[in-house]
């Protein structure tokens, strides 16, 4: 039994209060009853709890196809070529704790694109 107080200090057993009044609809917007089944029009209960909370589990446990690191801030947010002042093109990759690495592109620069002509 769960115990709990009302704001004059009665005991009040909150287990027993909800299951007396399981099929009353709740107050507010919300569209369910006070045992957390869903309702639909006329009050006619269009899922129970259960079924709400195992689509919800089933749907959170499929396994992801895509690799993810341990470390979520070690993720890659964004990753661009930036030519510095000096001519060199870099690689910025920007991770998702905000932190910036910057790589020199080790394919191509300013003076060696200029040279080929592709621009």
Do not use: W
């Not at 895509?66 to 661009?80: G, S």
């Amino acid at each position: 039994m769960s115990k709990h107080k009302t704001s004059r200090g009665r005991e009040f057993n909150m287990q027993a209060f909800a299951a007396n009044q399981g099929d009353k609809i709740a107050v507010g917007n919300s569209g369910r009853n006070a045992r957390g089944d869903l309702l639909g029009p006329g009050g006619k209960v269009i899922a129970t709890k259960q079924e709400i909370a195992g689509r919800v589990h089933d749907r959170n446990t499929k396994p992801n196809s895509t690799k993810v690191k341990l470390n979520p801030l070690e993720q890659e947010v964004a990753r661009k070529e930036v030519v510095g002042i000096d001519g060199v093109s870099r690689i910025e990759i920007t991770y998702a704790d905000g932190s910036v690495e910057i790589i020199e592109n080790k394919k191509t620069d300013i003076d060696s694109r200029s040279t080929t002509g592709d621009f």
